[in-house]
């Protein structure tokens, strides 16, 4: 359904915000609302990719070991393809995170992946203790974006970062008539064809029109404590990337 | 001076992590020596990860005047890169160094996102670090021949001697240095790094004695700045022991700059010379042909 809603630009969107977070080996994420865990995967295959890149360096300057150094380096590299990175999905609905569970086994992700119920106004975690915090199209539902804000400061580490993927507003005319045109006529129709649920879409696309602007928005996480808020349009304005740092 | 007001509304406990109090450390200077104190301070620091969660001072909802005394982003932006530059031998001029630098601070490496990918802003921290350290310098030597302690150089020393401070400081990272100056003249960050170096010229001749007001401020500097660009690409492909040839490279440059302004008086002269011959060989023809006489 997000596929046919967004003409597939969804995977786009999840891997543009992949890329700004530019996580290193050995960073631990805390992905909420993420129950399917799209965010998740591509955070493994990121920080896989990387850490390959870093052993492989590795190897080049090492050219002067002997072959049994070298294939003892394996040995002990080889149970570090994460580099002690971890992904902690964190849902508040158990239906979502069984799927996400599923589609993991499917996908063939087995490591470096641990899946929670918690609801974002209250994490069930304890403070300081995550690299980065992630809500992807998930804090549009939180009834108390205030509180998810605070949590989402509470426990992150100091210099951790907070960033958030969501529908916004688009600011240029012509594109914003043509998005409300799309948005009103042709995405319930879509829910009612392929998930036999008009209302819910209805309820989607208002609930989006409501969602504070990219402004607002940075205001209630700086508000939260967050320096250094930025946030970045894709495709002009109908997604934001918000960013900011526990300093 | 850049100073980040928090404009938060009233909290019991607004407690920032890492952003430290600045007052602590007798923080009344300009910004510029203040982190350079800090950056002397830095190698000191036994337990960093205890400094940055220790318990905080709160908030009494004066936000505005406590908020003076705290350190601006910008100073803790300072921070990480220099603490980055520790680990560019081994990462280079990329985000890894300034997650690692971030790291040995206590932050998370997930703040190294604060900063461009690329690398370039910890080089242009870099640049301008060591174009600080270069004025502090020239000042003290300045100093020492005011007072008497020293002999005033003459020029050429002057100018080798101050490029090759310069460029000495670069040794350290000389093996990433390729890759850095590459990065300088990507397009978005030429506007900062032409500042820093045409600054830097500047000081240089502003120390020298320099007080030109025509068209040799111009030259002087479109010279010396030659000069200091070719010297630094020899010295990143110079494997001599302790860049001699590099130093030697240098000499002569500067030598060619000083001569480069009696040949411009030669040809001066010349043209002075010339021009009156030329006039002579006017009047003469004049003379010749009666057009002279007054009639």
Do not use: A, H, I, M
């Given at each position: 359904m997000n596929d046919s809603m967004t003409l597939g630009i969804h995977r786009v969107w999840k891997d543009i915000l992949v890329h700004k977070m530019n996580p290193s080996p050995g960073t631990l994420l805390l992905d909420v609302a993420g129950g399917t865990g799209d965010i998740a995967?591509?955070?493994i295959n990121y920080v896989r990719s990387v850490r390959e890149r870093q052993l492989q360096r590795k190897l080049r300057h090492h050219q002067n070991l002997s072959w049994q150094e070298i294939a003892e380096s394996y040995q002990e590299d080889k149970s570090k393809s994460l580099g002690d990175s971890q992904v902690v999905v964190c849902d508040i609905n158990k239906e979502m995170l069984k799927v996400g569970k599923q589609r993991a086994q499917h996908l063939g992700y087995t490591e470096g992946l641990s899946w929670v119920l918690g609801n974002a106004e209250e994490l069930p975690f304890d403070d300081d203790k995550f690299d980065v915090y992630t809500i992807a199209f998930g804090i549009r539902n939180v009834t108390r974006i205030d509180l998810a804000l605070q949590e989402a400061y509470r426990v992150l580490k100091p210099g951790g970062r907070f960033l958030c993927l969501e529908f916004s507003h688009v600011s240029n005319p012509l594109l914003s008539s043509l998005y409300d045109l799309y948005s009103f006529q042709v995405i319930p129709v879509l829910g009612e064809v392929i998930a036999g649920d008009w209302k819910s879409y209805q309820y989607l696309v208002e609930s989006i029109r409501r969602f504070p602007p990219q402004e607002e928005l940075k205001a209630m996480i700086e508000d939260a404590g967050?320096?250094?808020?930025?946030?970045?349009?894709?495709?002009?304005g109908i997604v934001a990337i918000h960013s900011g740092f526990k300093l | 001076a850049l100073r980040y007001q928090l404009s938060v509304p009233q909290r019991a406990l607004q407690a920032s992590a890492v952003l430290r109090r600045v007052s602590d450390e007798q923080h009344k200077e300009p910004l510029a020596s203040s982190s350079q104190q800090q950056f002397d301070s830095h190698p000191t620091d036994q337990q960093p990860e205890q400094e940055s969660q220790g318990p905080?001072?709160?908030?009494?909802?004066?936000?505005?005047?406590?908020?003076?005394d705290y350190e601006s982003e910008e100073q803790l932006q300072h921070r990480i890169l220099t603490a980055a530059l520790e680990f560019v031998p081994e990462h280079g001029w990329t985000a890894e160094a300034i997650a690692e630098g971030a790291k040995t601070l206590g932050l998370s490496a997930a703040s190294a996102g604060m900063f461009q990918n690329d690398g370039s802003e910890l080089i242009l921290h870099f640049v301008s670090q060591c174009n600080t350290k270069?004025?502090?310098?020239?000042?003290?030597?300045?100093?020492?021949?005011?007072l008497g302690e020293a002999e005033k150089k003459p020029l050429d020393q002057f100018l080798r001697d101050a490029v090759q401070a310069r460029l000495r400081m670069l040794i350290p990272y000389i093996e990433k240095w390729p890759q850095a100056l590459s990065i300088l003249l990507l397009p978005h960050n030429i506007p900062a790094s032409l500042n820093l170096l045409t600054s830097m010229i500047d000081d240089i001749w502003h120390y020298a004695g320099d007080q030109s007001t025509d068209f040799n401020w111009y030259t002087r500097r479109a010279v010396l700045t030659g000069v200091y660009n070719t010297t630094e690409l020899v010295m990143m492909q110079?494997?001599?022991?302790?860049?001699?040839?590099?130093?030697?490279?240098?000499?002569n440059r500067v030598a060619d700059a000083m001569n480069m302004g009696n040949t411009a008086n030669q040809v001066q002269s010349t043209g002075e010379a010339l021009v009156q011959g030329l006039m002579g060989a006017a009047v003469t023809i004049k003379n010749l042909t009666g057009l002279n006489q007054s009639r």
């Open positions: 995967f591509r955070f967050f320096l250094k808020v930025d946030y970045q349009n894709l495709n002009s | 905080r001072p709160s908030y009494t909802g004066q936000g505005g005047q406590e908020s003076e270069l004025t502090e310098l020239l000042e003290q030597e300045q100093k020492q021949v005011q110079d494997s001599s022991p302790d860049f001699e040839d590099t130093w030697r490279f240098l000499e």
